[in-house]
T-cell receptor
Framework: DAKTTQPNSMESNEEEPVHLPCNHS???????IHWYRQLPSQGPEYVIH???SNVNNRMASLAIAEDRKSSTLILHRATLRDAAVYYC??????????????FGQGTILTVHP | NAGVMQNPRHLVRRRGQEARLRCSPM?????VYWYRQLPEEGLKFMVY????????ESGMPKERFSAEFPKEGPSILRIQQVVRGDSAAYFC???????????????FGQGTRLTVV
């Protein structure tokens, strides 16, 4: 089961941190968690991925729960440019050995000035 | 290093015509994926190709759609006898490694927006 569960929408103010949650209760021990985002009229853009420990890059941080059944994407200071649909994905779910991405509905993030 | 290049960005076809969508992966990438995004819907996987091979076409409609990734040149998604329901944004992505323990991120192009009139 490749299912992940995310809230339909979230709102934030500019310059404030944003925590985007994702539930993946059926995750297996070797499934990575990937996050992508899609800005309006753009193709999806890779944000971050992780397996067990927390991860940081220039775009965001990924906090993975100890039992790995949930994770949180953290944008430390939201900007207007961060307004997008954010997708939490398990690329290896379903037994595939390649990055076949199953996009759910994602979370629509609105950032207010 | 140029990103994933798709062309054309916009394509208008009359019903019954053929649509050809092109995708040049990032330099050094030999794995290509095509996705379709219907209006007001999410992205759906269509097909995964490596050079000269179709690995997974489980998301391709059974008729009128085909894809190829030749040894030389871009990957092509071909839609024959287009219908209005084919109007959508088609995205191509490429990646380097596909091993289960070594999977890296997919890089997406800007998409081709197909309008069938």
């Amino acid at each position: 089961d490749a299912k992940t569960t995310q809230p339909n929408s979230m709102e934030s103010n500019e310059e404030e941190p944003v925590h985007l949650p994702c539930n993946h209760s059926t995750i297996s021990g070797t499934d990575y968690i990937h996050w992508y985002r899609q800005l309006p009229s753009q193709g999806p853009e890779y944000v971050i991925h992780g397996l067990t420990s927390n991860v940081n890059n220039r775009m965001a941080s990924l906090a993975i729960a100890e039992d790995r059944k949930s994770s949180t994407l953290i944008l430390h200071r939201a900007t207007l440019r961060d307004a997008a649909v954010y997708y939490c994905i398990r690329p290896n779910a379903g037994g595939t050995s390649y990055g076949k991405l199953t996009f759910g509905q994602g979370t629509i993030l609105t950032v207010h000035p | 290093n140029a990103g994933v290049m798709q062309n054309p960005r916009h394509l208008v076809r009359r019903r019954g015509q053929e649509a050809r969508l092109r995708c040049s992966p990032m330099k050094g990438h030999s794995h290509v994926y095509w996705y379709r995004q219907l209006p007001e819907e999410g992205l759906k996987f269509m097909v995964y190709l490596q050079k000269e091979n179709i690995i997974d076409e489980s998301g391709m409609p059974k008729e009128r759609f085909s894809a190829e990734f030749p040894k030389e040149g871009p990957s092509i998604l071909r839609i024959q006898q287009v219908v209005r329901g084919d109007s959508a944004a088609y995205f191509c992505a490429s990646s380097i490694l596909t091993g289960r323990d070594m999977w890296t991120e997919a890089f997406f192009g800007q998409g081709t927006r197909l309008t069938v009139v």
